[in-house]
């Protein structure tokens, strides 16, 4: 039975809404940045080839079919927070730190998402010769070399950020 709610159709059209978002997202960053000039002709033309060619990999249309929804919720998130931060009182001086980090950590878990659709599609040489699975993003990032590399870093970031730091003894 059909209802009212039922969008179920419209996974049809999912290439074609793939296609017009990549197409809109690179014109506008390259409205934005201004990386080659103000004529917008150029800036729609390089829009269109680029999603022209996301259209021909199934691999780049299926990624952007699975972070899309992702990203919608991860920007209304970030809205949600931006205005109970400024209900409690919180200026513009104050969000610029937390909004650079909140962005950055937005970005990393979004080419995470990202990248392990595209290792789930890939299969690599090599795959099946082991009994571990290194497809999954789970697998992968709990093997303890990962892990040993990830605790290194954050010692190191840690030092960096406490030598560099003024001292206030």
Do not use: C
Not at 43 to 60: C, D, R
Not at 148 to 167: D, E, P, R, S
């Amino acid at each position: 039975m059909a209802t009212f709610l039922d969008i179920g159709g419209l996974q049809n059209f999912s290439t074609f809404f793939v296609f017009i978002f990549v197409w809109l997202a690179v014109f506008a960053i390259l409205s934005y940045s201004k990386v080659l000039g103000e004529n917008k002709a150029i800036h729609v033309v390089i829009g269109l080839v680029i999603g022209l060619l996301v259209l021909f990999s199934p691999i780049a249309t299926g990624t952007i079919e699975y972070i899309a929804p992702w990203f919608a919720v991860v920007f209304i998130f970030v809205i949600f927070v931006t205005i109970a931060l400024k209900l409690f009182g919180a200026t513009g001086e104050s969000l610029g730190s937390l909004r650079m980090v909140t962005f950055v950590v937005i970005i990393l878990i979004l080419v995470v998402g990202a990248l392990s659709y595209v290792r789930e599609q890939v299969t690599a040489p090599g795959d099946n010769e082991t009994d571990v699975d290194y497809g999954k993003t789970t697998t992968l990032l709990f093997h303890p070399k990962i892990l040993g590399i990830m605790f290194i870093m954050i010692i190191a970031i840690f030092t960096i950020v406490l030598m560099a730091g003024k001292q206030y003894i």
